[in-house]
């Protein structure tokens, strides 16, 4: 097994380009958990812990940008006004342990549907910005989950950041798993507000085979919900928006839950955001009076 | 493949040819001799590995050695001074938190780090809203050592054990 | 025999001492099995079935061979020719049969573990594959009755059943569990002319000696094993397992080199057992006021078709409860399976799960607390032999428990109580285990340059034997602790029983006793430097005339979330009547240690096995949930002051496996205390409680 450790980010375009079979590595925890388990044996590894800018963040142009190194961590110590949920599901994953080392990119790159950055990226509609010795793009994270564990990304590309753009309301992030702590999701859900275009943005986690948008409950809720006052929502509308979550999941039955219970799950965590959205609502209609 | 790199561990350097293969959690065990770091998983899982990486908690079975070439490695061999134990040993000592001891430096590497942690402010899963200043009590000092499984299940003495090292450390 | 130790000033038993192995262990220094530092080793890793049954046909190993740094592939063509001892769970590589998914069917010996992992995966093998049958079910029509454990009746049961006003008769089941040590099966092997050494991560180091000896074919004397610290085992570092057996045939190809091998966490889920699955039909019948007039279990387990072993479930049944009529049987289901092995209280821990959520079901049938209802069966006499208790505190445990939790103000009616979207309510459950004593165990005391050099080849696993033997050493001689040096975890020691049935520290405690005694006979008080003495663990005639078990009660409070049915155990409390209480600090560490993976096997604990497959599918910490720190919140042990004259010159009853018994039938009570909903099936899971 090659381990190409190049220093600069030209390098790295460079090498992944010379090399597409080489896995990126950083954190190392998606990766290593793979290799250690003898499931991935990679011609090659491609060491990006070297490359600064990849911890970078920033604003750009209106969005966050997010280097795809960026240890959770740092995104629940500083990036938590500017990335609410992205910060709620950092709190979630794995271990305190792993949140020092793992990152965005990463959960981006095995592209697990449990893994617990994706639904934020969804329900916020991050980009992700890709970039090869071609040139750089930005794919929506909405359109770049393609089927399990495989993704927009090419093979010559290197994941290089994301960008979330300004919350512009509510966010939230929720996650159920049958133990305390350390532990895969058997569902998760995030929610996102948008108050000046007055849209909805939802996120599903660990219940298809990739994280999914529930796109119905989201032009439900956006034409339900009380922009102006923050009414609270009819039980029946909170009820029908779970429905409409949990109808957009496509779960199997497996050691963690069953479909049924995901389903269930989803529709639940799906009305507590709601409820979740319509507090934090009325407090930022009250600051701003 | 192999690389040669420098492992600065506990104070020491040591230079080393590693395959590229090799995490840091083999490196410490098998080629240094470091044996204060334990193998409970290899999949970042358990926690056992659990050593600070320039002052980080982190899991050792996930890192590659090559990756740490300079770094500096701080094991629970080498968090005392002058032959006494670190406050937070004392505590697990004092407290009984633990029992077989193979999860032990792990959680004591663990507890170090997590304090270090809290008084940088740094917020945990705990509590919902984000924005919550720490406070650690009990349920924060639960939910920030959960990367570290006890099988023996000394959790219970384990609280007690972090909450006597916080106030020591105060 | 009662009192030896009361003519002796006891200061150190029952003193609150650290731990003498602390510093080491909470500086990672103790050396574990893996961790001995020896010249150039070589790395094993095992070659495993990939399919379930039936015969290797070849091996193709030319590019396994050709990874830089291999040293040899063992396969059953080269290994050495080992005695049939009549287990055919340690016939490692003896044929090429393949009797179960995972099974060791060879190994790559190389320079580096990296390279044996690589070469491993290069290894190709061709089997003949035979159909199997790995499904666990009570409907079987080909379930046996192990010779070990023969219907036992008295009186008439289904009589009792058919008269009785009031009956309970459901089927309890368990799961699947692995011990999962934090510590690895680890051994290093090298064989050398004078003999193989072992560095082996077990619970007796001279119960590997003597087993590798006689499948070797080598004298005792010439079998080293060496275990000062052993990272746990509950039960799978008992008995021998094939990773100590192939260590030692790749240590027999390499002659000088030693040879290091230490199972992967997914191997553990394949090569040294597991926690047989239960189904328990428990069947009570019982007077309006919760008397019972029968009671009954029929357990059903499974074992390897090549290797039987018998989960006992059915034995505390034998002595819970009065009543005239009594049934208590076993079955077993023979599968293309691993063999199972103990774990924690085996028989006892799954064995209190049925009937004692059987009894909370009676208590609500009834509408008797479900405390009263355990105090109105108490038993005079132990119910299955007639033979008196040398102690039983079981009421005093639930009287304590019921104060110390706040019992007394408990509506009985379930869905009672809800905070914050959650479902709260409390249960209670009994616990027993058997104070035992095993043979064999002798003691060495000698004085020197002015300490009392103890030496016993007993093993700790985490219980704290380093400690407390140290203590019953001071007391038995008199001395301080400080004067005591003790030595354990070597079989080059004199011989101690294994680290097992909750025996450990009263065999070789008494053995030590015994030692001291002998010591002190012959040496008197001022003893000249080099006296010494040993001393065989005496016979204890109070054994045949009493039955001796240790008895608690646990009380849990139990969270269900009435949305997303999460369960919290935010309260679980433990009172114990164990005997005296040798260290209350490393004794409160054995009761939490166990209530704590009683909570793990009510909430997490299950390995899913795939039927087409034969393994287990969850095979690793991620997906093999145990509790986590966040899952224990306010959890206590407490004990009861027990004099019991007859158990051993301690007057001690072995505490490391009860705090497992009874917890997870505490919980699920709670658990339907809060919800209504009865759950009668580990492990308990958010599902459950769905509308």
């Known amino acids: 097994m090659d381990f190409l450790s190049p220093s600069t980010w030209e390098e790295a375009l460079a090498a992944k380009s010379a090399h597409p079979d080489a896995v990126p590595i950083m954190g190392g925890t998606d990766v290593m958990v793979e290799l250690n388990f003898g499931r991935r044996r990679p011609p090659a590894l491609l060491d990006l812990t070297r490359i600064p800018q990849l911890r970078d963040h920033g604003p750009d142009d209106g969005y966050l940008r997010l280097g795809a190194g960026v240890p959770y961590t740092t995104i629940i110590e500083r990036l938590r006004d500017r990335s609410p949920a992205l910060a709620q599901a950092a709190r979630a994953v794995a271990s305190p342990q792993i949140r020092n080392r793992g990152s965005v990119g990463g959960n981006l790159g095995g592209a697990s549907p449990a893994g617990d950055a994706h639904p934020p990226l969804l329900a916020v509609d991050a980009l992700v910005e890709l970039a090869s010795v071609r040139g750089v793009r930005r794919v929506a994270a909405r359109e770049f989950y393609h089927g399990p564990r495989r993704t927009a990304r090419r093979d010559d590309e290197l994941i290089s950041a994301v960008l979330l753009p300004e919350p512009a309301g509510p966010q939230s992030f929720s996650k159920i798993g049958t133990r305390n702590a350390m532990v895969i999701a058997v569902a998760s859900f995030s929610l996102a507000l948008d108050a000046q275009a007055r849209t909805v943005g939802t996120g599903i986690g660990s219940a298809g085979p990739t994280p999914l948008r529930a796109i119905e409950a989201e032009k439900f809720l956006a034409s339900e919900f009380d922009w102006d006052g923050a009414a609270s929502p009819s039980p029946a509308t909170v009820t029908r928006f779970g429905e409409l979550v949990a109808s957009a999941a496509r779960p199997i039955d497996d050691v963690r839950g069953s479909a049924h219970y995901r389903r269930h799950a989803l529709s639940v965590m799906a009305r507590r955001a709601v409820s979740w959205a319509v507090t934090d609502y009325r407090k930022e209609i009250a600051r701003c009076a | 493949m192999e690389s040669d790199i420098i492992l600065r561990v506990n104070g020491r350097e040591w230079p080393l040819r590693v395959d590229t293969r090799t995490t840091l959690l083999d490196a410490l065990r098998e080629r240094l001799g470091v044996t204060s770091p334990k193998k409970g998983c290899d999949h970042g899982q358990c926690g056992a590995c659990t050593v600070l990486l320039d002052g980080r908690r982190i899991n050792g079975c996930l890192v590659l050695a090559v990756a740490c070439d300079g770094s500096e490695v701080v094991t629970a061999e080498g968090l005392g001074t002058d032959g006494e134990l670190h406050p937070v040993q004392q505590a697990f000592v004092d407290h009984d938190g633990f029992q077989c001891g193979y999860c032990t430096p792990g959680q004591v590497c663990s507890a170090v780090g997590m304090l270090e942690e809290v008084a940088a402010g740094w917020p945990s899963a705990a509590g919902r809203p984000v924005a919550d200043t720490p406070v650690l009590d009990d349920a924060e000092i639960r939910e920030r050592m959960s990367g570290n499984l006890c099988r023996c299940g000394a959790y219970a003495n384990i609280v007690t054990a972090v909450r006597a090292a916080k106030e020591v450390s105060r | 025999m009662s009192g030896l130790l009361e003519n002796t000033s006891t200061r150190a038993i029952g003193a ?27 790395y094993l890793h095992p070659i495993q079935a990939t399919v379930v049954r039936g015969r290797v046909r070849e091996f193709d190993t030319r590019d396994a061979e050709a990874v830089p740094g291999v040293l040899t592939v063992l396969t059953h063509d080269n290994a050495a020719r080992l005695a049939d001892i009549g287990d055919a769970e340690l016939a490692v590589l003896q044929s090429d049969e393949v009797a179960h998914r995972g099974q060791v069917i060879g190994a790559v010996l190389a320079e580096t573990p990296e390279a044996a992992r690589q070469a491993v995966r290069l290894v190709r093998v061709h089997y003949e594959e035979r159909s199997h049958d790995v499904r666990f079910s009570a409907a079987r029509t080909d379930l046996y009755t192990p010779g070990e454990a023969e219907d036992d009746e008295q009186g008439d049961l289904a009589g009792a059943m058919a008269s009785a006003p009031v009956t309970v008769d459901h089927t309890y089941t368990t799961p699947m569990e692995h011990n999962n040590p934090m510590e690895p099966h680890s051994t290093i092997a090298v064989w050398e002319d004078a ?22 074919g080598l004298d005792p004397e010439r079998v080293r094993v060496i275990a000062p610290h052993v990272g746990g085992g509950f039960g799978s570092k008992g008995p021998l397992h094939p990773p100590v057996v192939l260590a030692a045939l790749a240590a027999r190809l390499l002659p000088g080199r030693p040879v290091k091998l230490a199972l992967t966490r997914q191997q553990m889920f394949d090569l040294v057992g597991y926690r047989s699955p239960t189904i328990q039909r428990v069947r009570l019948a019982a007077e309006p006021d919760g008397r019972l007039t029968g009671i009954g279990i029929d357990v059903t387990a499974q074992t390897a078709r090549f290797k039987e072993f018998l989960e006992q479930a059915g034995k505390p049944t034998e002595v819970m409860y009065a009543a005239p009529n009594r049934r208590i049987t076993h079955r077993l289901a023979a599968l293309d399976v691993a063999p199972p092995t103990w774990m924690r209280a085996p028989g006892e821990c799954p064995g ?105 080849g007993a093993a700790d696993i985490g219980t704290g034997a380093w400690t407390v033997l140290t203590q019953i050493a001071a007391d038995a001689l008199g001395v301080p602790v400080t004067a005591v040096r003790l030595r354990i975890g070597d079989s080059s020691l004199p011989s101690a029983s294994l680290a097992g049935g909750s025996t450990g520290t009263v065999s070789w405690g008494s053995t030590i006793v015994a030692a001291a005694q002998a010591f002190r006979e012959r040496h008197g008080t001022a003893p000249a430097d080099g006296a010494e003495a040993r001393a065989g663990l005496p016979d204890n005639p109070n054994r045949e005339r009493y039955a001796m078990h240790a008895f608690g009660a646990q009380f849990a409070e139990v969270r269900v979330h009435a949305d997303t049915g999460e369960v919290r155990v935010p309260r679980l409390l433990g009172v114990f009547a164990a005997g005296r209480i040798v260290n209350p600090r490393t004794a409160r560490s054995q009761f939490i240690g166990g209530m704590t993976m009683g909570l793990s096997m009510a909430l997490h604990e299950d390995s899913v096995v795939d039927p087409r497959f034969g393994c287990v599918v969850n095979h690793d910490l991620a997906e093999y949930h145990i509790a986590a720190n966040a899952d ?30 009874g917890t997870a039938a505490a919980i699920v009570n709670a658990a339907y205390h809060a919800t209504g909903v009865r759950v009668r099936e580990l492990p308990m899971t958010l599902e459950h409680f769905l509308a």
Request: proline residues 7%.
């Open chain 3, 16 to 42: 609150d001492i650290g731990r003498v192995d602390g510093p080491a262990k909470v500086t990672g220094t103790a050396t574990y099995a893996f961790e001995h530092q020896l010249n150039a080793p070589a």
């Open chain 3, 195 to 216: 003999g193989l050494t072992l560095y082996e991560s077990t619970q007796g180091v001279h119960s590997v000696r003597s087993t590798m000896a006689e499948l070797f």
């Open chain 3, 632 to 661: 224990v919140v306010d959890l206590q042990a407490h004990w009861i002051d027990e004099a019991d004259p007859y158990v051993n010159p301690l007057g001690a009853k072995g505490i490391g496996e009860i705090g497992i018994v």
């Open chain 3, 352 to 456: 209190m799960f049925g009937p004692e959520v059987a009894m909370d079901e009676l208590a609500v049938a009834c509408g008797v607390d479900p405390v009263e209802l355990r105090v109105r069966n108490e038993p005079g006499t132990e119910p299955a032999s007639g033979r008196p208790f040398s102690s039983r505190n079981l009421v005093a445990c639930l009287r304590e428990g019921a104060r110390r939790f706040g019992w007394q103000d408990r509506d009985p009616e379930p869905r009672r109580r809800m905070e914050d979207g959650w479902l709260v309510g409390t249960g209670v459950a009994a616990s027993t285990y058997p104070t035992g004593q095993m043979p064999g165990s002798v003691a060495a005391v000698r004085f020197e340059d002015g300490h009392y050099h103890v030496r016993i």
